[in-house]
T-cell receptor, first 120, second 111 residues
Framework: DVKVTQSSRYLVKRTGEKVFLECVQD?????MFWYRQDPGLGLRLIYF???????EKGDIPEGYSVSREKKERFSLILESASTNQTSMYLC???????????????????FGPGTRLTVL | GEDVEQSLFLSVREGDSSVINCTYT??????LYWYKQEPGAGLQLLTY?????DMKQDQRLTVLLNKKDKHLSLRIADTQTGDSAIYFC???????????FGAGTRLFVKA
């Protein structure tokens, strides 16, 4: 069974703290993504990575950075957490290789369960 | 713009059909998707349609694509309480890595 795991389901941090959100996938996927989900706004892409050590800004990268040192792990970093970063954070992965998995040729994204971050 | 738009809420009675609508902007989209998010969980792909198709049926699910109007719909027949969730419409454009998601439609099923 394919799996994307996130390090925490719930996290509470204080303004100004450095926050690390970890995501691990066991499907040998090339692509990994970080989104934030807010009511009425849906999913907004923060950063994505298409290979180890490669990263691209998404639609809302300000205040965030990422790290992809190993293929299976993609970390989201909040350098100095602020209250407007309180949100649900979702990690996802997908394959570039057709035929790997049942739906990878359709660019299906596999999501983790999410981390609900509260910044006080 | 890049918007994928869908209504935020839909309420139906158990046993009725649900129809969730979505509009997208980019005519070059290759795949269009419906993802489902159950409470406390991440998104899971429910179904997809390739852009050269008009319709796709999968058990209780029917996806209709009107490419001219850039309109996608998901019909759930015989809606059950277990179908209560948030449904996200999404599009994947030719080339690139990004999938653009709508805001999600929260489906309430009344017993």
């Amino acid at each position: 069974d394919v799996k994307v795991t996130q390090s925490s389901r719930y996290l509470v941090k204080r303004t100004g703290e450095k926050v690390f959100l970890e995501c691990v996938q066991d499907m040998d996927h090339e692509n990994m993504f970080w989104y934030r989900q807010d009511p009425g706004l849906g999913l907004r892409l923060i950063y994505f990575s298409y290979d180890v050590k490669m990263k691209e800004k998404g639609d809302i990268p300000e205040g965030y950075s990422v790290s992809r040192e190993k293929k299976e792990r993609f970390s989201l970093i909040l350098e100095s957490a602020s209250t407007n970063q309180t949100s649900m954070y979702l990690c996802a992965s997908s394959s570039m290789i057709p035929g790997q998995g049942t739906k990878s040729s359709y660019n299906e994204q596999f999501f983790g369960p999410g981390t609900r971050l509260t910044v006080l | 713009g890049e918007d994928v738009e869908q209504s935020l809420f839909l309420s139906v009675r158990e046993g009725d059909s649900s129809v969730i609508n979505c509009t997208y902007t980019d005519s070059s989209s290759t795949y269009l998707y419906w993802y489902k998010q159950e409470p406390g969980a991440g998104l899971q792909l429910l179904t997809y349609i390739f852009s050269n198709m008009d319709m796709k049926q999968d058990q209780r699910l029917t996806v209709l694509l009107n490419k001219k109007d850039k309109h996608l719909s998901l019909r759930i027949a015989d809606t059950q309480t277990g179908d209560s969730a948030i449904y996200f419409c999404a599009e994947k454009r030719t080339g690139g890595f990004k999938t653009i998601f709508g805001a999600g439609t929260r489906l309430f099923v009344k017993a």
